[in-house]
């Protein structure tokens, strides 16, 4: 399980290090894979986790980079793209930011170590999340940021034993899915419109 919640991390502190849209992108269903995981190995078998864990797999692991990736095929992208400023601060209040939220999370779960790592995992991702959002005008970064910042959310509800009702479940896989599509429609539009981009300046395809 340690693992997993490792791998989590890197989803969402590697693409910091690169200045690569794609990294950007694949660490948002990486992100899902790895929810999708630890339901898994967290919860009970039933049919009710069996359809989370799926909604995981496909929608945010597979669907999620599809949509995204379709939707910025023909837009120019800067060749400086990051998700922080390149900057010795940026990256100290960052790691800053991890390691605050796993002293949070072990505080909050003194007695259970892989709750913990859970909670001080899902927290990183939302404070991470933050920092990005807070910092970046880019769309896409937003974009990428106001996902991790969900599936941060999502990782602190897998924190409960039970899977959600069904009724729930279906109401907040469909706001997710109206979300995605939503950012996907104005993606293009917004990135183009934001930068300006022309056919003189150096742009990654």
């Given at each position: 399980m340690t693992n997993i919640?490792?791998?989590?991390?890197a989803a969402f502190l590697l693409p910091l290090?690169?200045?690569?849209?794609?990294?950007?992108?694949?660490?948002?269903?990486v992100?899902?894979?790895?929810?999708?995981?630890?339901?898994?190995?967290t919860h009970e078998r039933s049919a009710s986790m069996a359809l989370e864990a799926l909604n995981l797999f496909v929608v945010r692991g597979l669907v999620v980079p599809w949509v995204l990736f379709r939707a910025m095929k023909n837009v120019?992208?800067?060749?400086?793209?990051?998700l922080i400023r390149k900057s010795v601060l940026q990256w100290l209040i960052a790691f800053t930011l991890v390691g605050l939220a796993f002293a949070f999370g072990w505080k909050m779960s003194l007695k259970n170590p892989i709750e913990a790592i859970q909670l001080g995992t899902a927290t990183a991702a939302?404070?991470?999340?933050?920092?990005?959002?807070?910092?970046?005008?880019?769309?896409?970064?937003?974009?990428?940021?106001?996902?991790?910042f969900e599936g941060g959310i999502t990782l602190i509800e897998?924190?409960?034993?039970?899977?959600?009702?069904?009724?729930?479940?279906?109401?907040?896989?469909?706001?997710?899915?109206?979300l995605?599509?939503?950012?996907?429609?104005?993606?293009?539009?917004?990135?183009?419109?934001?930068?300006?981009?022309?056919?003189?300046?150096?742009v990654f395809l």
């Open positions: 919640y490792i791998a989590f991390v290090l690169f200045h690569s849209w794609r990294v950007a992108v694949i660490s948002l269903g992100q899902g894979v790895l929810m999708g995981l630890i339901l898994i190995y120019p992208m800067p060749s400086d793209f990051t939302i404070l991470l999340s933050m920092h990005v959002l807070a910092n970046q005008s880019h769309p896409l970064a937003q974009v990428v940021g106001l996902l991790t897998l924190l409960s034993p039970h899977a959600m009702p069904l009724s729930a479940f279906v109401g907040v896989s469909l706001v997710f899915v109206i995605v599509l939503t950012c996907a429609h104005y993606l293009p539009l917004l990135a183009i419109s934001a930068h300006g981009v022309n056919a003189e300046d150096e």
